[in-house]
């Protein structure tokens, strides 16, 4: 008999690759990699553990995967709400930021967005931030899988000088954490209206010398659109396009306003999206034309953003929202359907950020990022349809266990190894200084 760390034993088992629904299945967990799949009675006779964890009511799902965010913007929730993006920007975020951002404040920032994430089922973020060392070393204490953006501007912060210090400092970080199997690394420069020529084809050069991704907003705006005609005669994307950027490498962030012809080119060009329908909704940015991308073959993940223009850091409103607005904005209803908005949440995003060899789906010899929600409430009755429930009914909220590498990171709804109170504190603490100051 083989010997296993634990073994799960859902009810449903959604291993999304395939997409299908198995039930009377058990999942096998060594080194905090899945070992085996296989009927629970199977596993029961081939496998012996210590640990048995029996799931009755729950659907067992990979772990979902954050495609966008600012995490450490989780100390400015609610900071300036139902305003337009660069009133926003200008007005609030970037003067409080000026005021507030350093090292400290985005290690506090990113921990309490972490908990928040890890409660409601995301296991892995890909962020965006200043001070990217201090983001990295908050996600290694959640116990949280991190794709850690070396963001890049032209003008000056509490960071860096310029874009050049920008990049430096990037590239630094991810030399001391390199070996860190919890953390992998994107270029992030900010978007086209805050990036140079320059700079974009030296982040084009450094990705490839690098094999990293490029993780940038793009095409967000009517007016960053109208701005980058009137400054370079094209518009973002042509511009990025001449520049080189248009690859497997990039992820772009919204892409809301794109034309026919433009969507043609980020397929063609294998351009992954980074669809976050809250934060477009609420910024009044517009709909991203994310049916006829999914049409086109372009692979799309889904993002949060940052709590600052959401509020919420809930990948299970953000599933539930692409499917519902994919059919609105196209007029049909069979629109990206509930599998897909969950593969989204997953495998999709894993790929975008090179990690669907280790995350994204329930395989045998993929890390054992594991999530299990609880259908048996009566919000959640009766279910038919597992998948279609997850991703329409459930919410972060029926959220019971998460796993990740195999180490339990919620427990029966509560974190393991973070302490709410502590951080509800933490965040209580930086209010009370942001609101004075």
């Not at 294998?270 to 991203?288: I, M, R």
């Not at 048996?376 to 909220?397: F, T």
């Not at 029966?412 to 609101?435: H, N, P, V």
């Amino acid at each position: 008999m083989k010997t296993a760390d634990s073994i799960l034993y859902p009810r449903w088992l959604v291993p999304v690759e395939p997409m299908q629904v198995l039930e009377g299945h058990a999942v096998v967990v060594s080194a905090g990699r899945v070992a085996d799949v296989l009927p629970a009675s199977a596993a029961r006779a081939q496998y012996h553990s210590a640990h048995h964890i029996e799931l009755p009511e729950h659907a067992l799902i990979p772990g979902l995967v954050n495609l966008h965010t600012h995490a450490a913007m989780s100390l400015m929730r609610g900071l300036a709400d139902d305003q337009p993006l660069m009133q926003w920007l200008t007005q609030h975020i970037w003067p409080a930021e000026a005021k507030h951002v350093a090292p400290q404040f985005v290690y506090d920032g990113t921990l309490l967005a972490c908990a928040e994430m890890l409660r409601g089922g995301v296991t892995c973020m890909n962020d965006m931030y200043f001070f990217p060392e201090a983001a990295a070393r908050a996600a290694l204490h959640a116990g949280m899988r991190a794709s850690i953006g070396m963001i890049a501007i032209e003008f000056a912060s509490n960071y860096a000088a310029d874009a050049e210090d920008y990049l430096h400092k990037g590239m630094a970080t991810r030399d001391e954490y390199r070996g860190e199997p919890m953390l992998s690394f994107c270029f992030a420069p900010h978007a086209p209206y805050t990036i140079s020529d320059r700079t974009f084809e030296r982040i084009v050069t450094y990705a490839e010398q690098l094999d990293v991704p490029i993780h940038t907003h793009v095409h967000e705006t009517l007016d960053e659109i109208r701005q980058s005609i009137e400054q370079h005669h094209v518009r973002p994307l042509a511009r990025m396009k001449n520049l080189g950027l248009l690859s497997p490498s990039l992820i772009a962030v919204h892409a809301v306003h794109l034309e026919a012809a433009e969507i043609e080119l980020l397929q063609a060009h294998g351009v992954h999206v980074a669809h976050c329908p809250s934060s477009n909704l609420k910024l009044a940015s517009g709909f991203a034309p994310i049916a006829a991308l999914s049409q086109a073959g372009a692979n799309i993940g889904i993002g949060t953003d940052s709590a600052a223009s959401n509020n919420r850091l809930d990948m299970f409103e953000e599933m539930r929202l692409s499917a519902l607005l994919a059919k609105g904005v196209s007029g049909r209803a069979e629109a990206v359907p509930a599998h897909e908005a969950l593969r989204m949440a997953t495998l999709n995003a894993a790929r975008a950020l090179r990690l669907e060899e280790d995350i994204g789906s329930i395989v045998p010899g993929k890390s054992a990022d594991l999530v299990a929600v609880n259908l048996a409430h009566v919000e959640n009755s009766p279910c038919y349809d597992v998948v279609s429930q997850l991703v329409y009914a459930a919410s972060r909220e029926h959220v019971n266990h998460v796993w990740v590498r195999g180490e339990a990171r919620v427990t029966e709804g509560k974190l393991t190894q973070l302490d709410s109170d502590e951080l509800r504190a933490m965040a209580a603490l930086w209010a009370e200084r942001i609101r004075v100051e």
